[in-house]
């Protein structure tokens, strides 16, 4: 982790059931993601496929010799930070599904989406945290370990502590959550935290950086410090705002499930 | 092109059809490819599919400065060259679908594939010319133009002919034809020269060199000049064994058809 992106080769597999002006949005899409990322777009393939539509994107990056970051590096004491927020695009696919299973059947039904934009949104059209990479450079900081949560915080906690032998304890009440995510949460009668440790798909990132970087890394925007790194003999685990301690579990999202 | 692959990438798209031995088959034969090109696989994704099996590889390779070849670079009088043989893929293909066909419904069948290994392993196993690339480097010729041929040799002519903006004459008596190839072709009444100008996923490389390359690119095993570069006025051409001249067309492989 910790490079630059800096081109994509991107694959598809069609079927009959697109047309050519589907293509042709499909990839004006792709032009303004690259535009955005600072991406180029140098090839690819073709392919028909027997149903619906595959698509396989490779990123290919730089990265400075000395400051790329692996999952590896977490040391004891280390803080432990994440970007953004987490939970809203498990929430999002929820509603998402909740209004699918209403519509079913249904003639003229608009589903119910107003007011729960960014959770969809979170869902539909996650960003890549480029940005959080600018600014930890700016700031001097170099992360010690780092991954994007993909599968759930709990899960990529777990990946992190392996691979750097080491435990962490991270607490309840500092993990960042939108208001929307909790308001949906609340609807449909699930618990928030498990949203936010298992739910996945969040593409924000979780990093690891020395103690001594605390007072530079909680001046940052956009990021929180949410636990700290132990002996791995202590395991992984979520404190919760009663005190109590919970071993965290990878319940991560598995895809052939 | 003229490049050397380092790396590969591999995602999946999987269905329950397969189980974890059908997989674990299947890396290994990536693992043997990998050792026998001499590239790593250095990440990729795995995910699951409705029906089926994708498999989308990038490879990623390097080139030196001045060494890496353009389709665009053609010139008139360079001489047009091929590595290999061409039409046994497409002829593998035909004995395979007809093999199908007369399986279709019957029990105990086992296919007539008895000496014809070479068009079979064509079709089933293609491999990349990268020794094509370090003959070529050996024997201190750079290539003006370079493409591979997997679309079809008329289709890929016709590439290279734009590209560079010129014309092309190929000569039908030089294209290089297996003889497993020829009696296939034979055995199904179709015409030799259009399943090597069209039949395609030959996986040969088409490239041209400089004339005064002539009698080096000549004693090179493997490959074989089959033409030379026109101006672009005077059209891509296939001249016959009677002398007569047919006009090239891309016939070639839409996988999309």
């Not at 050519?20 to 073709?46: K, N, P, R, W």
């Not at 999002?92 to 209004?99: H, K, Y």
């Not at 618990?191 to 298992?198: D, H, R």
Request: hydrophobic share 35%.
């Amino acid at each position: 982790m910790n490079g630059r992106p800096k081109q994509i080769t991107l694959s598809l597999g069609v079927s009959k059931r697109f047309c050519i002006e589907d293509l042709e949005e499909f990839y004006s899409g792709v032009q303004l993601a690259c535009d955005i990322y600072g991406v180029d777009l140098v090839g690819g393939d073709t392919s028909a496929s027997r149903t619906g539509l595959t698509i396989s994107i490779t990123c290919i990056g730089e990265g400075e010799k000395g400051k790329v970051v692996y999952r590896s590096g977490a040391k004891e004491t280390d803080l432990i930070c994440v970007s953004g927020d987490l939970g809203a695009a498990y929430m999002g696919l929820q509603l998402l599904e909740r209004e699918k299973s209403i519509f079913k059947g249904e003639k003229d039904f608009t589903p119910d989406f107003s007011g729960k934009e960014y959770i969809l949104e979170r869902q539909l059209k996650p960003e890549a945290r480029k940005d959080i990479v600018e600014q930890l450079d700016k700031a001097g900081i170099l992360p010690t370990a780092m991954m994007d949560i993909s599968d759930g915080l709990a899960s990529e906690l777990i990946h992190i502590s392996k691979e750097s032998n080491v435990g962490c304890r991270i607490y309840e009440d500092r993990i960042p959550i939108d208001y929307q995510t909790a308001v949906m949460a609340e609807q449909f009668n699930m618990n928030l935290v498990t949203a936010a440790l298992n739910g996945g798909e969040d593409y924000e990132l979780l990093f690891t950086v020395p103690l001594t970087d605390h007072d530079k890394v909680s001046a940052m925007k956009g990021i929180k410090v949410i636990g700290h790194v132990t002996k791995a003999e202590l395991g992984n685990y979520l404190v919760g705002r009663d005190g109590g301690e919970v071993e965290l579990k990878a319940q991560g999202w598995n895809s052939l499930r």
